[in-house]
């Protein structure tokens, strides 16, 4: 089963993600992931699927409105590494473009109309 790493932009978070091979992602119109140009990995992963080896317990957390995820970002370079939900805040859906192995205009991209729902 593919193996991926990805890390934020200085590095002070990283992890490792076993998972069948991503071909497939999301993007998301609501205020914030527009924002961000957010390419987020379909699956929420586990703690079996995703270890991190640096940085989760320094993360940053962004929560807005009434929403339900934790948005989570590196305090020191900004980076956005995923949303966790608040109900279980060690799965995570991934930002995929903090994965280098990943060619972002290869993924099948599924549009969610989070502008009309969030
Ligand atoms: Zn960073």
Redesign the pocket.
């Known amino acids: 089963m593919p193996r991926y790493q990805g890390h ?6 990283a992890y490792r993600l076993t998972t069948p091979e991503i071909e497939t992602a999301m993007m998301c119109n609501c205020s914030i992931c527009r924002r961000k140009n957010l390419v987020l990995s379909e699956p929420w992963f586990t703690p079996a699927e995703l270890s991190f080896s640096e940085g989760f317990d320094s993360l940053s957390i962004y929560r807005w409105q009434d929403c339900d995820v934790n948005h989570l970002f ?1 305090p ?4 956005h590494i995923g949303v966790s939900s608040i109900d279980s805040p060690t799965t995570v859906r991934l930002n995929l473009g903090c994965i280098d192995a990943l060619d972002l205009t290869k993924l099948s991209i599924r549009h969610f109309n989070g502008r009309e729902l969030l």
Request: aromatic content about 0%.
């Open positions: 934020c932009h200085c590095e002070g978070v590196c020191t370079c900004g980076v």
